[in-house]
């Protein structure tokens, strides 16, 4: 009876939910055969996208919180309050095709083909329900400055509104309908500062690409693999000869090749490690969070070149 009595409470356990969710260590995924170059065959290096685990957390599954490299964070940490699990997959999943195109875009730009500079272009994607942004910003605005900043790229907007003081209302200067308009967007407090409750996207940086690119990434969201990608299409268009290695990484990645943060580096890093991996790329704002690593190269970089030349250089990988 008490075994049956004990298995009964852990199935209730397991049942019961709590504000919170377990961030630990995902799969590194090896894109050599999940990205196909058309015309172009695969390279002998294995560039890892690193991906995390991401679950809701009973009262039973916060026990695992304790386990190395698992982070324990509120439900709002992650997704904003008021936006359901469905509406923020949605979001999640536009991301993963801008940043699929954007890295395109990058490295046949970096690899010669003949594509136009980057018109850079940051546009709203989604409001939370709660954001004071209602009836100011609507879907599809294009964002050209943030107060004193301006958007090049998604990051650009929350690194903007982060220097604001608590309260204050961002000035925002956008395109609607090809017009220019400027509106004054309350800020709204958050675990991570002030934000305008909104989700924005990068537009695809060109309508059509010299060398189709095939993905098999549908078990992946998000926007963090944008450099990962850009390095394995590039690789593949430049027929990179170096001999076989591991590399892998995480960023986002602008059309004008600017590499920005992502979150849970600590827990992608261990992914890294797992898979054997020599090199580890990483945003450079994100640097201070991987830096004390052992037994992997740590390389943070800004831009893609920066992430070309450290994965040219053999001191990187010892």
Known sequence: MVTVAALVTLAALALVPTPFYLVAPGAAVDLTRRIVVEGRAPTRRHFFLTDVSVRPATLLWLAAGLLPGTRIVRRDALIPAGTSQRDYDR????????SQHVAAYVAERAAGLPLPPPEPAVVVADLRPDSPAAGLLRIGDELVRVGRRKVRAPNDVSSAVTLLAPGAA?????????????????????????????????RGAAASLPVAVHFSLDDIEGSSGGLMFALAIYAQLTDDRHPADAIAGT????????????????????????????????????????????????????????????????????
């Open 170 to 202: 961002a000035h925002i200067l956008l395109e609607r309908d090809g017009r220019a308009a400027s509106v004054d967007v309350p800020t709204m407090p958050t675990e991570r500062g002030p934000r305008l409750g909104i989700f924005v996207r990068e």
């Open 251 to 318: 960023g986002t990645i602008a059309a004008d090749g600017t590499v920005g943060p992502i979150e849970a580096a600590p827990q992608k890093l261990i992914a890294a490690k797992r898979a054997g991996a020599r090199l580890f790329l990483v945003p450079r704002e994100n640097y201070g969070e991987v830096a004390a690593a052992g037994g992997i190269a740590v390389v943070a970089v800004s831009t893609f070149s920066e992430a070309l030349a450290a994965i040219r250089s053999p001191a990187a990988r010892r």
């Open 91 to 98: 979001i999640l999943g536009a991301a993963m095709d801008d």
